[in-house]
């Protein structure tokens, strides 16, 4: 039954990952998230049901548009399989509680924002802003790990701390990640924000460094910081407590 679940979660992941992409590729242009439905963006074919399968359609089609055999961006079915993968692993780590809906909530903000950044440079307010209104109710019922204070406290550093380097590095960081460590924090509250931070930064390290010695890319090349937030944060809501003993054990 525990794995049946957890397969569930892993397929509906799926669909909303598939959804996910509509959402963030449409919200920053303005466009109807409904309407009209999803096309080529190469040549404007409309898909039919079979191109709409999460991950399948994509390696069916070899990663090109039947009609006018543009590539589609492999970001489509990365999403939806990480959205897929993130569902499912919130349940194992949460269970069958009001948690894990929350968390399904928090892995559909940032799989959105991520896919926005990612097309767009861009973590649009239209996401992040009915995320704060939103995550400030569900923590005021559900608040897992610290008093509501402290997930207020942790909004306030999400976003003090990001707007003083926004300030400090002049713009090295953007608006759109400040407002997301507010969301962030408040979701998370201030024990595992400081976690969040920590690993997005080491992520973002990782990824920098490793495209340096790959491509030789100079100071100069932008990467979007929004999917290393998203990754980082997803990271310290699921395995958050572990990593938190695991470094007091052997660095402490
Ligand atoms: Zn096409």
């Avoid at 898909?47 to 399948?56: E, G, K, S």
Wanted: charged share 10%; glycine share 12%; hydrophobic share 55%.
């Amino acid at each position: 039954m525990e794995q049946l679940l957890t397969l569930i979660f892993f397929l509906f992941g799926l669909i909303f990952g598939s959804f996910f992409n509509v959402v963030g590729l449409r919200v920053p242009e303005g466009e109807s998230i409904v309407l009209p439905p999803s096309r080529c963006r190469s040549c404007g074919a409309r898909l039919r049901p079979a191109d709409l399968i999460p991950v399948l359609s994509y390696l069916f089609s070899k990663g090109a548009c039947r009609h006018c055999h543009a590539k589609i961006s492999p970001l489509y079915p990365a999403v939806e399989g990480l959205t897929g993968l993130a569902f499912a692993l919130v349940y194992q780590v949460y269970g069958w509680s009001g948690e894990t809906a929350a968390g399904l909530l928090f892995v559909s903000v940032l799989a959105i924002i991520s896919v926005s950044d990612l097309a767009y440079r861009l973590i649009p307010d239209k996401i992040t802003l009915p995320a704060w209104g939103l995550f400030l109710l569900l923590r005021w019922w559900i608040h897992p790990a610290e008093p509501y204070g402290l997930h207020l406290l942790a909004m306030a550093v999400g976003f003090g701390v990001f707007f003083l380097l926004t300030v400090l590095s002049r713009g090295g960081v953007g608006g759109g990640d400040i407002k997301l460590f507010a969301v962030v924090g408040l979701f998370l509250g201030l024990r595992l924000l400081v976690l969040a931070i920590f690993l997005s930064a080491l992520l973002g390290t990782i990824y920098g460094i490793g495209l340096i010695l790959l491509r030789g890319a100079g100071r100069k090349t932008q990467v979007p910081f929004g999917p290393f937030i998203a990754a980082g944060s997803f990271l310290a809501y699921v395995a958050g407590d572990g990593l938190i003993r695991w470094y007091v054990e052997w660095f402490l």
